[in-house]
Every structure is written in structure tokens, then in C-alpha cells.
């Protein structure tokens, strides 16, 4: 069973059912369970076409379902228009797609949750752990979204700030290695700087791209993690290093600042060190302030601490630190590097082993967890 093959073509049949007549919510209800039956059928036998099996069977599904409501003499007529066989339209609806999530009905954190959710395959949790929000607020706020924009057309497309944040976020995910989606997010940011003439359309496509330039040299051949200052820096892709630093001097000369122009310059400034020990961290931090002045995001200012931490000493980085909430992610973490980069190591080895008790993922944990016993063998010596 091809997962990736599942998944790449998702948003396409979900946009046929609702340029056909479905409304928004039972189309992505009809998709799941086509979805659904081609797990159980495809492993004895893929079909040839499978877009236009997922079309057809999703449609059926969708038919079933409205058949069974108030306005089954309406939907009646839809029966018509079933697709005929054959090999459907090779049609990319997914940017599109986009664009109907961010309906114009929605506030902008329900857009990007309904779009992560029905066309970045996230599952409910993921969202909400990139909204720093319990689960069951997230799933009443996609459920909420849906039926906003049931109904909804292609005719009034959403916001463009809003597709870039979901686009943003579908790469972070995708990136961490959990839901492999950051080429996509990367192909999709391609094609709407194609169309979008924005500094900020191209400062978060050079993001993407400096920080997939990094990818391979991310983890070790056993999975671990490694960290940036680690890191083999001739294991960069240079060729999308290049493209990232050249859309981003462009995007900047206009002189229209945003938070993804502030991001890929930090990302930039990494880039170009030739070693860790080389980077620039006074001008990152200078770049912190700008975006904390952007965003006013209590992550953006926990990475703040850390490169206050590098270009000013550990402890103007924990002073930095002790002005935010002790309860935000990855808050431990960054308290534990700041009191090794200090000397303090039994502070340091017990904040890692607390760090990885709340590590998000399995990988995370893990080299939270040897950081610590690391630390543990030194003082043991």
C-alpha cells in the first residue's frame, strides 16, 4: 500500500467532489472513506487509475450519504454527473484548495487548522500541539470550520496570509520528519510565488528552501538527532542554499519586512557560517529582535535566548530566559543547554532528563535523554 501515493492525491479528488456539487464537509467525509476502502482493497490490487478510482468511489460515497438527507429529491440529480470511467483530469486543485479553506467566513487559526487537517493530512493532535492548544478545542474548532464553509465555492478565494501560514506549518511538519510533507509545502510555496508577487511569498519559499537545504545532515544514520552546530555542513545541499539567499536579497531589497523575511535571514545567517563556531550570532539576535517586534511570539523569543546565550554568554541567555513562561515547549531544553554552556552540569543533566520526560517525540526524547546521561558520566568521573 502506497501511503504517499494516497496522500498526494487526496486534495485533488477532495476539490473534483466539490467543484461537482459537494459541499465542503460531506466531500472530505466521502474522500475518507474512499480512502478507507482503498487500504482494504488496493494491497490484492491497485487499480491503473487510481485518481479516477478515488474519484469514482468517493463520489459514490458521497451520493450514498446524501441520499439519506432532507434534500435527497435535489441531490437526486447529482446522479447524472458521475464521473465516466476512464483516467481523470490531471489537474493540480491543490494550491486551490488551499485557498477555499482560508474562506473569507473563517478567521484566520480556523482556516489554517481546517486546511492542515483535510488537505495537509495532519491528524487532530499534530495540529494542536502546533497551536499549543488541547486536542478537543482543536477538534471543535475544525469541526466549527467545516461547517462554515460547507457550500463554499471556488468563486471567493481565502486569504493569502492565511494559506502562507498553513503552507508554513505544513513544511514544519513535514520537516520534523513525523508526516513527510515539506517538499510538498515547498512545491506548493513554488507555485504560489509564481502567481503572488509578495516579498513575503518569497521570503517564506527561501525559508523553506535554507532549511531543507539541512535536511540530510539532520539526523544520524541510526535516526538520532543531530544538532546544528554538529552538524556535517558538507552534507548541505549548497544548490538550495544558493536559491534560498537569492530569493531572500530580493524579497528584502523591496523594503517590506515580514516575519518570513526575518525568518530566512536568521536561517541565511546559519547558512553561511562555514562552521558553527563561525556564525554570526550578534546579527541573528538583531534579526530576533525584528521578528519579536513582528510577531510578538513567545516561541520566536525563546530562540532569542539561545542566541543571546551564544553571542553574549550563557548567562545573559538564562536572564533572557527567565522572563518567559517556564510552561512553554521546549522551555526545559534550552534551560538545560544555557546551564551546561554556564558549567553548571547537575542543574543541567536534571533539566535534560525533565526536558526529554516532555519531549514531543520520540527522536526529541531520545537525545534529550543521552544529552543527560552524557552530563551524568562527566560529573561521575
Known sequence: MDEALLRSLTPSVLAILVRRGADFAAAEDAVQEALVEAVRVWPAEQPRDPKGWLVTVAWRKFLDATRADTARRRREDLVDEEPAPGPAPAVDDTLQLY?????????????????LRAVGGLTTRQIAQAYLVPEAT???????????????????????ATVLRVLYLVFNEGYSGDVDL???AIRLTRQ????VDHPEVAGLLALMLLHHARRAARTAPDGSLVPLAEQDRGRWDTGSIAEGVAILQAALARDRLGEFQAQAAIAALHADAPTAEETDWVQIVEWYDELARLTDSPVVRLNRAVAVGEADGPRAGLAALAALDDALPRHTAVAAYLHERDGDLTTAARLYA???????DLAERDHLT????????????
Request: with cysteine; proline share 6%; glycine share 4%.
Open 99 to 115: 485557498f477555499l479553506c482560508a474562506h473569507p467566513s473563517l478567521t484566520p487559526s480556523s482556516a489554517v487548522a481546517l486546511t
Open 138 to 160: 482543536m477538534a471543535q474548532r475544525i469541526s466549527r470550520a467545516k461547517r462554515t464553509v460547507s457550500g463554499a465555492r471556488f468563486d471567493r478565494p481565502g486569504d493569502v
Open 182 to 184: 515539506a517538499a510538498e
Open 192 to 195: 504560489l510565488a509564481a502567481r
Open 354 to 360: 525533565e526536558a526529554a520526560r516532555k519531549a514531543p
Open 370 to 381: 543521552r544529552q543527560a546521561a552524557r552530563l551524568n558520566a562527566r560529573r561521575s568521573r
